[in-house]
């Protein structure tokens, strides 16, 4: 399958994803979602009648908590059934995303080990590896503030008015809250076996670097191993081919699902927030593309267009980690140094994720003003220190963005519940920044590479 099919069999089962989608919904899943808005419905009004109750020892206390209970097991049978029925298109995408899974692990650690080898010695890996962190910084801080910006003069959740919601009500999504024993437990290994069944990138990235440092290190014989890892690393890349064949069949299965789990309804009901956020999302792909174009110029357009593939496939499966490597062949037919690429790129899906950066920003402090929780441009710019530090290492999959931003939240008595607002809509917001992550790190990688050039 040639590149520009490819790339027309994605976009067509882009198309037919929502149309199927759209039908699917009306056709079958309809029925569920209305007993779920129901009891969602009725949960709400419950929780309301629960908070007014001064006295938890009354039998009224009593019988809204059983009722609310009975309510919330309609939910969930009604959900259960509902996942049941799309099943068959969420397989299709499931198969493909751990085809990618199985693939990105091993390709991480022997593109890494050979990069980091042919780099040689440890100043010219810690001289790249600071021009790189120095942009992923830079990226970070300009994404979270633009989010800030952004939400400040839009202020999509000023008008809904939410009135606070009793402690004891919250969200099944866990809190990822600011721990330094946390980070280290992501970043330094204790087993790197365990570092790869996980697919934990920044652990895995950690030992490559000091396998690939000692592998030059060793002279002759480390020879030995650089060919095996160039290899194999070769070998990964035929399977990626291979893979990359199924991609408008997952693109199809995941866009059905979404479409005929939400409705196009969800669009329109949130319009506004889904509208102003990805024009947020054009702004930051103006702001990459222009860096890039500082650069490298009129190539800067020539790596967009390359990525393309890996962008649409980036948004349809909503995880950049199922683009890593496509993004990882084009890099390479762009004309980076496969030393620079299998360095660079890695740390970009743990360091480096413009799109999610952006939206932790816009989601945390739009919650706020749901609320009508003022926060001073103090504690704004306090939040978003915080972010920069939380969301490095997080993985660059669906809802890991809510995970961080539950924790964070918390540090300014802004309501955990608060994100059932963006759950709803997350898979479609979700979808637009992955594939902002996949252009800003192909940039990244792009931007270091002529850096390393001009230095010869």
């Known amino acids: 399958m040639t590149k520009n099919k490819l790339t027309l069999y994605i976009f067509v089962a882009l198309v037919a994803g929502v149309i199927a989608g759209y039908v699917y919904n009306i056709t079958i899943i309809k029925p569920f979602n209305d007993k779920i808005a129901a009891a969602e419905t009725t949960i709400r009004s419950l929780d309301n009648q629960i908070i007014s109750l001064k006295d938890t020892t009354v039998a009224q206390y009593k019988a809204l908590k059983t009722e609310k209970a009975a309510q919330q097991k309609l939910k969930k049978e009604a959900d259960g059934k509902r996942e049941d029925k799309l099943e068959g298109f969420t397989i299709i995408s ?47 801080l300009v994404s979270l503030l633009l989010g800030m910006l952004l939400v400040n003069i839009y202020q999509p959740g000023s008008h809904m008015n939410i009135p606070l919601p ?13 721990s330094l024993r946390d980070f280290v437990g992501h970043v330094v290994p204790r087993s790197f076996i365990e570092s790869m069944a996980n697919n934990e990138i920044l652990q895995i990235v950690v030992f490559a670097i000091f396998f690939g440092i000692a592998t030059a290190a060793v002279g002759e014989q480390g020879k030995i191993i650089i060919k095996a890892m160039d290899a194999i690393a070769h070998v990964i890349m035929k399977i990626t081919n291979y893979v990359m064949k199924l991609a408008p069949f997952a693109v ?24 102003e956020f990805y024009s947020g999302l054009l702004i930051l792909w ?86 009508n929780i003022h926060l001073p441009m103090g504690q704004q710019l306090t939040m978003l220190l915080i972010l920069m530090l939380t969301s490095k290492g997080v993985a660059g999959v669906p809802r890991a963005s809510l995970v961080v931003i539950a924790g964070t939240i918390a540090t300014f008595n802004i309501p955990e519940a608060g994100l059932a607002l963006l759950i709803g809509i997350d898979p479609l917001l979700d979808m637009g920044r992955s594939a902002t992550n996949v252009l800003g790190n192909a940039m990244a990688t792009a931007v270091v590479n002529k850096w390393e050039g001009e230095e010869g």
């Not at 009793?166 to 600011?178: F, P, Q, V």
């Not at 199809?252 to 979404?258: D, E, L, P, V």
């Not at 890039?292 to 990525?307: C, Q």
């Not at 004309?335 to 413009?354: A, E, M, R, T, W």
């Open 286 to 371: 103006l702001i990459i593309i222009f860096a890039g174009y500082v650069f490298l110029k009129k190539r800067a357009f020539t790596l967009v267009s390359s990525i393309k593939d890996a962008m649409i496939i980036a948004f349809s499966t909503s995880t950049s980690e199922a683009a890593y490597p496509r993004v990882l062949i084009e890099l390479e037919r762009f004309g980076c140094k496969d030393k620079i690429v299998s360095f660079v790129l890695p740390l970009g899906y743990s360091f480096n994720l413009d799109g999610s950066m952006m939206y932790m920003t816009f989601a945390s402090l739009f919650i706020a003003q749901a609320y």
């Open 166 to 178: 009793d402690s004891h009500l919250g969200t099944d999504i866990k809190k990822s809250a600011l």
């Open 94 to 140: 499931d198969i493909f995303l751990r085809l990618i899974k199985m693939i990105v692990a091993p390709l991480v650690f022997t593109t890494l080990v050979v990069g980091v080898a042919k780099v040689g010695d440890i100043s010219a890996v810690g001289r790249i590896g600071g021009k790189t962190m120095l942009w992923f910084i830079t990226a970070t």
């Open 252 to 275: 199809f299965g995941a866009i059905t699902a979404i479409v005929a789990k939400q409705g196009l309804g969800i669009i329109s009901t949130y319009a506004v927030f889904i509208g």
